[in-house]
């Protein structure tokens, strides 16, 4: 039990070392994208800011992290599966998917709450 422990402790420092520095490049993509829509959609855009809509982009930024989180799930379970060499190109390829699958979902939230088509 205690040779599981030490190998889990390793591979969560291990997924920590590694994503968390990362959440920068993931929450600047997606605060790009909104910003983007700010800028592109003005004046009708900054019309519509408004204290709840700043309260809603907060907790969808909040709910994003989270999302981000799950990558955690899928870090841990290939390394215990052994392919822990193979992770590090797969790792790669999980940041740039995963960041742009959730910069199309601000994409399409920031076009709904802030107007603007693009």
Request: glycine fraction near 8%; hydrophobic fraction near 60%; include cysteine.
């Amino acid at each position: 039990m205690a040779g599981f422990i030490a190998r889990a402790t390793g591979h969560v420092a291990d997924a920590l070392r590694y994503w968390e520095p990362r959440r920068v490049i993931y929450n600047v993509a997606l605060a790009a994208v909104v910003v983007g829509h700010i800028v592109v959609a003005s004046p009708e855009s900054r019309a519509r800011l408004s204290v709840n809509v700043l309260l809603g982009l907060f907790f969808l930024a909040v709910l994003a992290n989270v999302c981000y989180s799950a990558v955690y799930v899928v870090d841990l379970f290939v390394q215990f599966s052994g392919l822990r060499d193979f992770w590090a190109k797969g790792r790669v390829a999980l940041l740039i998917v995963g960041t742009a699958f959730a910069a199309v979902i601000a994409h399409f939230l920031s076009t709904n709450i802030l107007g603007g088509a693009f």
